[in-house]
């Protein structure tokens, strides 16, 4: 057995990801326990910045694995064109729009239930965002989303203002 595909380890990204990928191609991690101790429950890695081709992959992903979505929180100056809501397998996901830094992303399930993702930006390296994703999702991680991309070497994302 593969030290990814331990128990209790975190599955590391398959080589795969190395390889080009195009937008709208949801390139997502999510912590696999039930515990959701850690600062963040899964990151994220869109191909640009070009919110609806990457949105809809991301909502399908996550409505996949979670239930359904109902709101999405993103920084909106870190975006072309974010939108208020959008409409993902007929159902309407509404976008609320935080000037709180484009390193995390906010998803609401249901009515309260918030997960938070690790925003990996679109320039990043294959291995720093490989890197990044892997250690966002460890169950004891304490990192903030911001210092794990500084630690990998992803792109230091953009402050606001």
């Known amino acids: 057995m593969a030290d990814s595909d331990t ?15 195009k937008p709208g191609t949801a390139l997502l991690r999510l912590e ?22 990457e949105l809809p992959s991301l909502i399908s992903a996550l409505t ?13 100056s870190a975006w072309d064109g974010l939108p208020t809501r959008v409409v993902v397998d007929g159902r309407v996901v509404h976008i609320d ?10 998803i609401t399930r249901g009515e309260r239930d918030l997960f938070s993702l690790l925003l990996v930006p679109p ?13 966002a999702v ?16 992803g792109a230091t994302p953009p402050t606001s203002a």
């Open 7 to 21: 128990p209790g380890l975190p599955r590391l990204l398959p080589d795969a990801v190395h390889r080009s990928v």
């Open 32 to 53: 696999t326990t039930h515990a959701r101790e850690g600062i963040l429950d899964g990151a994220w890695w869109p191909r640009s910045r070009d919110i609806g081709a």
């Open 64 to 76: 996949e694995h979670l239930g359904p979505v109902t709101r999405v929180g993103l920084d909106g």
């Open 97 to 106: 729009s935080f000037p709180v830094g484009d390193d995390t992303v906010l």
């Open 123 to 135: 320039d990043t390296s294959p291995d720093a965002a490989r890197a990044a994703m892997a250690r």
């Open 138 to 153: 460890r169950a004891d991680n304490i990192t903030e989303a911001r210092q794990i991309l500084i630690d990998t070497g």
